[in-house]
């Protein structure tokens, strides 16, 4: 099979989403099949890349980490024509996500959508964010279900979800895969000793981009929390971003800085050794669909403590890998914590997440994901308009313009109905009660 990807975020980019990809497609390519991957052109991007095509894109955009695609339209077309592919599948519902609609509907071929991100978290990146940003990246998303023949959620919240928000119904659950075996191997006392923290202190980790959507400023207060009271515990911080100023400031205020380390961005075996440097993962974000991180903990054999969230519940089990706390309460989480410090409590969790962990093999997603592609070209049918040339493929291109072009209509319908919804008095007959787990939290 030749799969065709369309994602915004890609190496050299550390993240959810590009490492989602990247290990989606080294599995598919492990299995036999073909993989071409169209991503945003990027600073220190890899010099050799036979399997990646490249468009233009705008650099650490509103000065986040992202980049801003800026496709232009007919300079795939080679690329795309060439390879051949067999079905599309697009990881964002926006930017190359509508490059990757125009494709399909160019070519004939199924597409296939992985929702793997809850955009109205992130609109702190949008100049002029607001709760109508937040609604229109929920319609977005929403709305580019329906152009898709397949759609992939990565946890059974997220469907649930989208279901509540009257997406397309075709959606599958597949979760992004970690890669177990290599994950279950690593050696911390490299770290602790490059830290200076002792061998028998109890450390609390976190990994992750360091970004204000990521809830850190609660999850460093209760573990301060923790720091304070007991003197041989620390915090390890892996990652890099916006977020990383204010630990650091809190961790001062709080006198606990000295055992609060951070290592940057990591990759390769030195992340996987940073969570073996760990004795117990942390963490509190709200705008996960999966929190891949998560798994990867439990697969390096640590318990996890978190906030009950969409696609974190799916992975923590109070009492079992770990503990799944219900609310944003510092108290709670700081007592959590600091209970496990003691290494008896946190073996049987830790034997808990290593088996939890061998549901999310890579392996094992990559095989659940090609059930979904097959089943989306056997819905569709074997024909494509790929090999057909002349007036034919320019009528195809312009069919895919006039696809994206009511595409654009119905979510701008969809808006107008939601902003007559929110702003209509509420004894307005037919007002409906709105449902609390879809509101974004602040």
């Known amino acids: 099979m030749n799969v065709l990807m369309f994602t915004n975020t890609y190496l050299p980019i550390v993240g959810g989403v590009s490492e989602s990809v990247q290990r989606l497609k080294h599995q598919l390519q492990i299995a036999g099949h073909q993989v071409l991957v169209v991503a945003p052109r990027l600073a220190g991007q890899p010099s050799e890349e036979h399997d990646v095509v490249r468009v233009v894109a705008v650099q650490h955009f509103n000065g986040s980490d992202f980049s801003l695609p800026v496709p232009i339209p007919g300079q795939l077309h080679e690329a795309i024509e060439a390879f051949d592919p067999d ?23 199924p597409l296939v959508f992985t929702h793997h991100t809850l955009y109205e ?19 977005l998303a929403t709305q580019y279900t329906w152009l898709c023949d397949e759609v992939i959620a990565p946890s059974d919240s997220i469907r649930e979800l989208l279901l509540r928000r009257e997406a397309n119904p075709w959606i599958s659950v597949v979760p992004s895969g970690v890669d177990t075996a290599r994950f279950a191997i690593g050696d911390g006392t490299g770290w602790r ?15 992750g981009r360091l970004a204000l959507e990521k809830n850190l400023g609660f999850l460093t207060e209760a573990v301060c929390a923790v720091l304070a009271r007991e003197p041989g515990a620390h915090f390890l911080v892996v990652g890099e971003g916006e977020a990383r100023g204010s630990i650091q400031a809190l961790a001062e205020s709080r006198g606990v800085a000295r055992r609060v380390h951070f290592t940057g961005r990591l990759q390769g075996q030195a992340l996987i050794d940073a969570y073996h440097a760990m004795d117990i993962f942390a963490f509190a974000s709200h705008s996960e669909t999966q929190g891949m991180v998560v798994a990867e903990a439990m697969a390096a054999g640590l318990p996890v403590v978190a906030v009950d969230a969409p696609g974190v519940r799916e992975v923590v089990v109070d009492g079992h890998n770990g503990r799944l706390l219900a609310e944003d309460d510092i108290d709670i989480m700081a007592g959590a914590l600091a209970a496990l410090a003691a290494p008896t409590l946190r073996l049987p969790l830790a034997e808990a997440a290593l088996e939890t962990a061998a549901s999310y093999d890579e392996k094992r997603c990559a095989e659940r994901c090609l059930g979904v592609y097959r089943r989306a070209i056997a819905r569709g049918g074997p024909f494509t308009h790929a090999d057909e040339g002349g007036w034919e493929r320019v009528r195809y291109r ?45």
């Open 121 to 139: 978290h992130y609109t702190h990146y949008v100049p002029g964010s607001s709760p109508r940003m937040q609604r229109f990246a929920v319609a």
């Open 193 to 207: 000793e490059r830290l200076g923290i002792p061998r028998t202190d109890y450390v609390i980790g976190h990994l």
């Open 398 to 442: 312009l069919g895919a313009e006039w696809q994206m072009l009511c595409h654009r209509g119905r979510l701008l319908r969809h808006l107008v109905q939601e902003e007559w919804q929110q702003e209509r008095p509420a004894w307005w007959p037919g007002n409906r009660a709105q449902d609390e787990s879809e509101v974004p939290r602040e």
């Open 87 to 109: 079905i599309v599948h697009a990881h964002h519902p926006f930017l190359l996500g509508d490059t990757a609609a125009r494709a399909a509907e160019t070519y004939g071929l």
